[in-house]
């Protein structure tokens, strides 16, 4: 506590060595004290335990969240924490004890009630479930209120001290509130599937511990004090063979499987086989001399980047490393540019949507070159019903669109839309619900920069990747949260790339180009803004020069679509000059010219981008050119049919050569698809039936184990079933089960939980539940201070060193 709390700030600090003689430091080294940013179950976990352990050092709030103090470092999720911890040296923080043993790092041994120190990994964690029956700290009514039980610092020698329940929430009595009765069947066995030997085997295969017998007895009691119709008939698991008994209607049957449960151990074969294949390709790779070629910045081309370069790594004779980070285009400019690198570029390429910034071009050492590699488009879609509008496009301009996204126009009857739109009939004052990108975002730069350009007079607000968007307007993360919004909201209008919003099916806006004409982007050809802009000289005759104000909005053109895009490589024009390694120089130019051929712009149709146009790839194969290479480089050659003798030179990258992966992948990917279409059939089969059905929602630890038990309900069960899991954290699932936004009437069969129902929530109920603990969870205290610091002994503390870390003291 008085560590996390940074009372005490140093590894070598007094009380921590009384704890540790063996443990020699550097003299002050400080103690970087990493916690979740974000409310989580571990968070709530580690500060309730130092509350309960040690209150007058940990100080601080306890639960999912903490007013932690500010020398302190916050992270996202507990894959944020596994990182933080990996990579600074003398870190200490809390991580799912499994999570941080698979990570290795070194496990604080936590000093338990009866005075024991030990680890996760020499702890009986199902002892605290015990105790906590023992103690009376699970209530003997399963129906009272929870939301103070925890299993926090309990005794026993070999007790882990910061143990958690996840549990079920559950309607006690399921006849008065008319549940269905297959439904209640459904639920019974569920319950009794996951308590049972077999259920409990099956969580320790997704990292939960087995309960002890203690609770699982209580657990039994429990269900049966739970009414259910007496009309009811209970579901009964055949497992072995019964002749005749087994194929009554309400069994599941362990001899029922479907097509993908039977196809998903050969094809996890051939994946571990993959994986096998793929270490020791690694392994070679490493083990010999290497060309190797690296690029950041922008996501939307990665996976394409991702494919093209695994071609070269397999068609290459000699070992090749390619890699690209996806890590946004403002990210793969600063970089390039080498900005925390003494503007020494930390990546042999760059990639962006927009144009190298005036700002970070200035901080250059050497003249870059701009390459336009793929063209792309945003569209303007909505959610206007279709019959609303006689079936027909909604028509708009750039300055209605500016009016609209500004809020200078609200209603979809305004009277300069229905002028553009006759047809359009709509309730009289509906609300144009406006949906944008709440983070920066290439699609926001270039919907509000075409508005800028296009009716400057209309759009007064900020343009670029991100904007002062209206407080009437509604906010989202990334281009699924604009689909999902736009797909659930009637009347809603934003805009996506174009290829998105047409997959999902959305109405497009047929907004009115340079010409006058409206049009789709779907009707338009997306190239020709590319084509414009070097017949018009908005790309630069000079491609060193500064491109920071070059764009293609609102080109001229019949068919030009206003709101296009490039996408951008950025290049250091003189190579040999920077010292730049021959054979990285040859992968580079190899990788250029493949993505600007015809095979490659045909290839990156395939990830959803448009082929540039004639005009755009011969400046860029004049920019190739103009490039400086140095002249003892050796380029690659590719082998496209068999060209023998010469095919087998060293810089020959061969169509001939492949890897075992990609062999196996059309046949792997063959299956899935097979599996597919057979989900899709029996999806079918169920909606076209009388279904049973269960659903719940709640914590995401359990989720793929539930996911998986109600698979397997869904197979060994005669007639139809269809049970799901929503998995949106435990506060959500309280919130649900109650049915907080339904008339407190439950909007699922079940909640589930890392923590009890709160008391608030429990206050709000119509009917009496119960809390089924059905798994338990430990969460460790991890460090990395290096093990020969410590003569390789585990690190020591008690619940009030702890907390004085955490909180700084």
């Known amino acids: 506590a008085k560590i996390f709390s940074r009372q005490i700030k140093t590894w070598d600090h007094a009380d921590i060595v009384a704890e540790n003689p063996d443990l020699v430091v550097p003299a002050g080294q400080n103690i970087v004290v990493v916690h979740r940013t974000l409310g989580s179950s571990s968070t709530a976990g580690t500060t309730e335990y130092m509350k309960t352990a040690c209150p007058a050092s940990w100080t601080l709030d306890a639960g999912s969240t903490s007013n932690w103090p500010d020398d302190t470092t916050a992270v996202q999720g507990s894959g944020g924490m596994a990182a933080e911890i990996a990579k600074t040296p003398f870190a200490i923080g809390y991580l799912d004890a499994g999570h941080g043993r698979r990570e290795g790092f070194g496990e604080v041994a936590l000093q338990n009630r009866n005075g024991k120190y030990l680890t996760t990994a020499e702890a009986n964690i199902g002892l605290a479930g015990t105790q906590a029956v023992a103690t009376s700290v699970i209530p003997a009514d399963p129906t009272s209120d929870w ?146 070629l690296h690029g950041s910045g922008t996501t939307n081309p990665s996976k394409f980047f991702w494919n093209v370069m695994h071609l070269f790594k397999n068609q290459a004779m000699f070992p090749t490393h390619l890699t690209y980070r996806a890590i946004g285009s403002s990210s793969g400019m600063h970089e390039f540019v080498g900005i925390d690198n003494g503007n020494v570029p930390q990546n042999d390429f760059g990639s ?17 070159v701009h390459i336009p590699f793929a063209v792309g488009a945003i569209g303007i879609f909505h959610s206007v019903p279709a019959a609303e509008n006689g079936g027909a496009d909604v028509k708009l301009d750039a300055c209605l669109l500016a009016k609209i996204f500004s809020r200078q126009i609200k209603t979809w009857d305004h009277a300069d839309i229905v002028a553009e739109n006759p047809d359009l009939v709509v309730p009289a004052g509906q609300n144009i619900v406006v949906v944008h990108r709440t983070l920066g975002s290439s699609s926001t730069a270039g919907t509000t920069e075409y508005m800028k350009t296009a009716c400057p007079a209309s759009w007064t607000l900020d343009a670029g990747s991100t904007s002062n968007w209206p407080d009437d307007t509604t906010a989202v993360q990334g281009s699924g949260g604009m689909a ?67 764009n293609v909005y609102n080109m001229p053109g019949e068919l030009t679509w206003p709101i296009t895009l490039f996408s951008y490589f950025y290049v250091d024009r003189d190579l040999e000059s920077q010292g730049v390694d021959f054979d990285t120089q040859a992968l580079l130019k190899a990788f250029l010219e493949y993505v600007l051929s015809e095979e490659g712009q045909t290839h990156a149709e395939t990830y959803g981008f448009v082929k540039l146009p004639a005009e755009v790839l011969t400046y860029n194969k004049d920019t190739i050119a103009s490039m400086v290479f140095s002249s003892t480089m050796t380029p690659f050659v590719r082998e496209i049919s068999t060209a023998a003798g010469t095919g087998a030179g060293e810089y020959i990258l061969s169509v001939k050569r492949k890897s075992y992966d990609t062999v196996m992948h059309e046949p792997i990917a063959a299956s899935l698809d097979a599996l597919d279409a057979r989900i899709a059939q029996l999806t079918t089969d169920v909606h076209s039936a009388s279904v049973a059905q269960l659903h719940g929602s709640g914590t995401t630890n359990p989720s793929k184990f539930f996911w998986n038990v109600m698979h397997l309900f869904k197979n060994q069960a005669m007639f139809p079933t ?88």
């Open 484 to 550: 999902a919004e736009i797909a659930k909201t009637p009347f809603a209008i934003g805009y996506l790339d174009a290829g998105h919003g047409r997959r999902e099916g959305f109405g497009e806006v047929a907004l009115q180009n340079r010409n006058g004409k409206y049009l789709t982007t779907a009707e338009a050809n997306i190239g020709l803004a590319g084509t414009q802009a070097v017949a018009t000289s908005v790309i630069p005759a000079d491609p060193t020069s500064d491109w920071s104000a070059v």
């Open 352 to 368: 962006g949507d927009i144009p190298m910034s005036s700002t970070n071009f200035a901080l250059l050492k050497f003249k870059m």
């Open 147 to 292: 939301s103070a039980v925890n299993v926090y610092n309990m005794p026993g020698e070999l007790t882990w001290p910061i143990t958690l329940f996840s549990y079920f929430y559950v309607d006690r009595d399921l006849e008065s509130q008319g549940v269905d009765f297959d439904t209640q069947a459904l639920l019974k066995a569920f319950l009794e599937y996951v308590l049972s030997e077999e259920g409990q085997t099956h969580a320790e295969t997704y990292g939960f511990v087995k309960l002890p017998a203690e609770v699982l007895t209580y657990n039994k009691d429990t269900i049966a004090s739970m009414v259910f119709s007496s009309t009811m008939t209970p579901f009964v698991r055949e497992i072995s063979t019964a002749a005749g008994t087994g194929a009554g209607e309400y069994i599941l049957s362990v001899k029922r499987k479907s097509y993908d449960t039977v196809m998903h151990e050969p094809i996890a074969a051939s994946l571990d086989a993959l994986d096998a294949r793929i270490a020791q390709l690694t392994t070679d790779v490493h083990s010999a001399s290497v060309a190797q």
């Open 722 to 809: 269809h049970l799901t899991y929503r998995a949106i954290g435990s506060s959500s699932g309280m919130h649900e089960f109650v049915g907080i936004d339904n008339g407190n009437v439950p909007q699922n069969d079940f909640g589930s939980g890392d923590i009890p129902m709160s008391s608030t929530n429990f206050a709000l109920l119509k009917f009496k539940m119960v809390h089924i603990p059905f798994a338990v969870g430990a969460i460790g205290i991890f460090h990395s201070v290096p093990a020969a610091e410590n003569g390789g002994a585990d690190v020591k503390l008690d619940a009030c060193l702890l907390a004085k870390i955490f909180s700084r003291q």
